[in-house]
């Protein structure tokens, strides 16, 4: 693909020249322009310039109220990450002033050589299920790379707002929830379990924990892996990530791990979100998850994993109200109704699963 077959709208390439060569990266033309999937809120678009590989991402074409803010976060994660050993596309040079391209905020990452499994399971990872166990062990090692990571030495002390990061998450996601009845045609949440699984939260809220980066949304969608062999290639998507309490990410990867079926045969929702790697099966349990991240010290150190079954309830909580919140701007017109019911079986799933982690 040549660069003018790129819509101009979402990048200028005259402009991005300019702005390249203003940093001293190599110069020339643009070579094997392509987009890329992967997110729904940004672009991603992939190219080659003087033999060097660049992923240059930046929202969407209709940009969004917070997304250059979101940009900007995300550039300085990365740039945070770099030589910390966890695994993540590094940062090349960021653009935060959002009017060099047509008021949109974005960055030159390096590409990732590898695949996300929730879309594609190429050799020898289909075949071999001693090579998926370890898929899933290292999701958790790669994780506990990240809470290893000493946010205030790596310059994000000011990140985020991590006092009483546990004690507003409940009211948080409430409140969120009770906003979707400001949606016209929204009947309400039809979501059984609600109430309980809130208040079991609440009286069972861990009293010790120790922040650090927090990626917002560890799920195996989120993972890059190696060609080949079982190895994280990079984590993707740091759009939601802050400093709180890293314990809540291995939560949520318990909360979207593909587990058993409901009694009914209905799915409990891991296996929706695992696609190609969760139907192949042959993952470690959740058992064996919690004891992957465990093994690095430095990151479990002033963190209460015996409390995990509460970060796993937690986690099912925020993410079924999130998905949620698209049901209801579905009913309000604002999204397809097929989305709409899709994501909010999810919800009753993630629901499901919270009293199933409570039950345990």
């Known amino acids: 693909m040549q660069p003018e077959q790129i819509d101009r ?8 020249a300019r702005w390249m060569d203003g940093r001293g990266l190599p110069g020339g033309p643009f070579e094997d322009v392509r987009p890329l999937a992967g997110g729904t809120q940004n672009t991603l678009i992939r190219f080659r ?31 945070a990450l770099d030589g910390t050993g966890v695994p993540a596309p590094r940062l090349i040079a960021a653009c935060p002033d959002e009017s060099v391209m047509g008021g949109a905020v974005f960055y030159l990452m390096t590409p990732v050589d590898g695949f996300n499994p929730t879309v594609t399971l190429p050799e020898p990872h289909a075949d071999d299920a001693s090579v998926r166990h370890e898929m899933g062990l290292n999701a958790a090692r790669a994780l506990a790379a990240l809470g290893a990571v000493d946010h205030e030495a790596a310059g994000l002390g000011d990140f985020g707002r991590p006092a009483g990061f546990l ?23 039809d979501i059984p379990g609600v109430d309980g699984v809130a208040r079991w939260l609440e009286e069972r809220r861990p009293l010790r924990w120790r922040p650090g980066i927090l990626h917002g949304d560890y799920h195996l969608a989120n993972l890059m892996y190696s060609f080949g062999g079982p190895e994280v290639a990079a984590i993707v998507d ?36 695992a696609g190609p790697l969760g139907e192949a099966g042959g993952l470690p349990s959740a058992d064996e998850l919690v004891a992957a991240y465990a093994e690095r010290p430095d990151a479990v150190a002033g963190r209460d994993l015996s409390s995990i079954t509460w970060y796993a309830v937690l986690a099912c909580f925020k993410l079924g ?12 017109g604002k999204a397809p109704r097929e989305t709409g019911d899709l994501l909010h079986s999810i919800t009753l799933a993630l629901f499901r699963r919270a009293q199933r982690f409570i039950d345990s």
């Open 9 to 16: 709208a979402l990048v200028d390439f005259d402009v991005l």
């Open 49 to 79: 310039r003087a033999g060097r590989d660049y992923v240059l991402r930046r929202g969407p074409s209709h940009l969004r109220a917070r997304t250059n803010d979101v940009l900007r976060r995300e550039a300085r994660v990365l740039a």
């Open 167 to 189: 004690e507003r998450q409940v009211s948080r996601w409430l409140s969120e929830l009770d906003s979707y009845g400001k949606l016209d045609g929204y009947p309400g949440p």
């Open 238 to 273: 740091w759009e939601m990530c802050t400093i709180g309490d890293p314990l809540l990410d291995l939560g949520w990867l318990l909360a979207t791990w593909p587990g058993p079926s409901d009694d009914d045969g209905a799915s409990d929702g891991g296996a929706s979100l």
């Open 321 to 332: 109200i999130v998905l949620e919140g698209t049901n209801a701007r579905a009913h309000a």
